[in-house]
């Protein structure tokens, strides 16, 4: 697992798109093969799984309920597989034991599993999501990563909650190789604040993970609630609303022209659903989060060409 110039490819694995029956045995193969755990589950079950896999990176969501137990034994380690996988609860049973340490986290906590050591991991209707990457991306920036196995991360630790927000759309920047690269050391940046970096791995992760997870948070915030502002989003975030202009000015814009491209965009999909058919063109715009009537008249032209009333004419016709 490195990030290298050649070869570089992604891979999509999910059960969605097979029967029932097929389901258990594909994510049997994809453990034996793939994960490098030895998996018993229990029978029958109808297992909703996925896995994106990039070079540097691998990010597994478990979606539907999941009885089983795993283990990494002794004799396993001669595959030199040498990652670690930090995986987040999202409900049901999980234990992880490793070492001298077993862990039992609550939903949302996160637990490291390091492949260098004997393992064993036990679910009981259990849904999580991992992030699995290379040991040595992660060494030079933590104090002793191997020393956090099978240990809990409580769910409100900063790294962890930006670490889940930002690989929800991990395989759209993995499209792009050099967007790739660069989220895959974001990804190492945010595991290693989670697990305890050193004052040096600090530094690193809050100039560079850090502040682009911060950056998808709160643009995730915006367009789920487009009627929030700067001062809401930076209390939300629990930072500045001075660091989050800066935040969108690194990237050469303005959070003003976000929230505006946002909002519109907002606008647009109310006009042209028949579910908001029944409020007014000023109702619209209020929902989306403008203020000034005229105002998001003037935008919504200069945007789309047409005005708001035009739009829902055209979605009616």
Same mark, same amino acid.
């Given at each position: 697992?490195?990030?290298?110039?050649? @070869?570089?490819?992604?891979?999509?694995?999910?059960?969605?798109?097979?029967?029932?029956?097929?389901?258990?045995?594909?994510?049997?193969?994809?453990? %034996?093969?793939?994960? $490098?755990?030895?998996?018993?589950?229990?029978? *029958? $079950?109808?297992?909703?799984?996925?896995?994106?896999?990039?070079?540097?990176?691998?990010?597994?969501?478990?979606?539907?309920?999941?009885?089983?137990?795993?283990? /990494?034994?002794?004799?396993?380690?001669?595959?030199?597989? =040498?990652?670690?996988?930090?995986?987040?609860?999202?409900?049901?049973?999980?234990?992880?034991?490793?070492?001298?340490?077993?862990?039992?986290?609550?939903?949302? %906590?996160?637990? #490291?599993?390091?492949? !260098?050591?004997?393992? &064993?991991?036990? +679910?009981? =209707?259990?849904?999580?999501?991992?992030?699995?990457?290379?040991?040595?991306?992660?060494?030079?920036?933590?104090? *002793?990563?191997?020393?956090?196995?099978?240990?809990?991360?409580?769910? @409100?630790?900063?790294?962890?909650?930006?670490? /889940?927000?930002?690989?929800?759309?991990?395989?759209?920047?993995?499209? %792009?190789?050099? #967007?790739?690269?660069?989220?895959?050391?974001?990804?190492?940046?945010?595991?290693?604040?989670?697990?305890?970096?050193?004052?040096?791995?600090?530094?690193?992760?809050?100039? !560079?993970?850090?502040?682009?997870?911060?950056?998808?948070?709160?643009?995730?915030?915006?367009?789920? @609630?487009? &009627?929030?502002?700067? %001062?809401?989003?930076?209390?939300?975030?629990?930072?500045?609303?001075?660091?989050? $202009?800066?935040?969108?000015?690194?990237?050469?814009?303005?959070?003003?022209?976000?929230?505006?491209?946002? /909002?519109? =965009?907002?606008?647009?999909?109310?006009?042209?659903?028949? &579910?908001?058919?029944?409020?007014?063109?000023?109702?619209?715009? +209020?929902?989306?989060?403008? *203020? =000034?009537?005229?105002?998001? @008249?003037?935008? +919504?032209?200069?945007?789309?060409?047409?005005?708001?009333?035009?739009? &829902?004419?055209?979605?009616?016709?």
């Amino acid at each position: 697992m490195t990030v290298g110039e050649q @070869n570089y490819s992604s891979l999509h694995f999910s059960t969605r798109k097979l029967g029932a029956a097929k389901r258990l045995p594909a994510v049997r193969e994809l453990f %034996d093969r793939s994960v $490098q755990l030895e998996l018993d589950a229990e029978p *029958n $079950q109808i297992v909703e799984m996925e896995m994106f896999l990039a070079p540097g990176l691998r990010r597994a969501r478990m979606l539907s309920s999941f009885t089983a137990c795993l283990t /990494r034994s002794a004799p396993m380690l001669a595959d030199g597989e =040498d990652t670690i996988c930090l995986m987040m609860k999202t409900s049901g049973h999980m234990a992880v034991a490793q070492g001298r340490h077993e862990a039992v986290p609550h939903r949302g %906590d996160g637990v #490291l599993l390091v492949y !260098r050591e004997p393992a &064993r991991l036990q +679910f009981v =209707d259990s849904t999580y999501v991992s992030v699995r990457v290379p040991f040595t991306a992660i060494s030079p920036l933590t104090r *002793n990563a191997a020393a956090a196995a099978a240990r809990c991360i409580p769910y @409100n630790v900063e790294a962890l909650s930006l670490l /889940r927000g930002y690989i929800a759309t991990l395989p759209e920047r993995f499209a %792009d190789p050099q #967007l790739g690269r660069l989220s895959a050391s974001h990804v190492y940046d945010l595991v290693a604040m989670a697990i305890g970096a050193t004052e040096e791995g600090r530094e690193i992760a809050s100039q !560079r993970g850090i502040r682009a997870a911060r950056l998808e948070a709160i643009k995730a915030d915006m367009v789920q @609630n487009t &009627r929030f502002n700067l %001062d809401q989003l930076a209390k939300r975030q629990g930072i500045s609303p001075r660091y989050i $202009q800066m935040l969108f000015e690194e990237t050469g814009t303005t959070f003003s022209e976000f929230a505006l491209a946002c /909002r519109l =965009d907002a606008a647009s999909r109310m006009l042209t659903s028949p &579910r908001y058919a029944g409020l007014s063109i000023t109702s619209v715009a +209020f929902e989306a989060g403008f *203020n =000034d009537l005229s105002h998001f @008249n003037r935008r +919504f032209k200069r945007r789309y060409s047409m005005a708001p009333s035009d739009m &829902r004419a055209l979605t009616k016709g």
